[in-house]
């Protein structure tokens, strides 16, 4: 079992940046890939980045490419998304995930993830 708990979100302005955490809990919680996605309202749930167990794999979404940057601390079993320039378009509820197994396989795909978090609001706003 894994827990993960999101915090960072906020109201922002455009161009602002802006910086997610995602605890997570449990034994094994380092092996998972974690992974974050957002839902804005009326829309589906939109795959944002990933990274693998130790942190050296990495992806991200040609929708924020360039601008969010995701990482971990596994001393502090913590993954982050750093998102820098916000747009309006980035308001959403962030959630994190982790899913086990090859980082390849599903890594955009919600279904694959097993333990998601109860989601920060990120606003952005002027």
């Known amino acids: 079992q894994v827990q993960l708990v999101e915090s960072g979100g906020g109201l922002v302005q455009p161009g602002d940046s802006l910086r997610l955490s995602c605890v997570a809990s449990?034994?094994?919680?380092?092996?998972?890939?974690m992974g974050w996605f957002r839902q804005a309202p009326g829309k589906e749930r939109e795959f944002v980045a990933a990274?693998?167990?130790?942190?050296?794999?990495?992806y991200t979404s040609d929708s924020v490419k360039g601008r969010f940057t995701i990482s971990r601390d596994n001393a502090k079993n913590t993954v982050y998304l750093q998102m820098n320039t916000l747009k309006s378009e980035d308001t959403a509820v962030y959630y994190c995930?982790?899913?086990?197994?090859?980082?390849?396989?599903?890594?955009?795909?919600?279904?694959?993830?097993?333990?998601w978090g109860q989601g920060t609001q990120v606003t952005v706003s002027s």
């Open positions: 449990g034994r094994t919680a380092s092996s998972y890939t």
């Open positions: 990274t693998n167990g130790g942190g050296g794999l990495k």
């Open positions: 995930a982790a899913k086990a197994g090859r980082f390849t396989t599903g890594l955009s795909a919600g279904s694959e993830y097993a333990y």
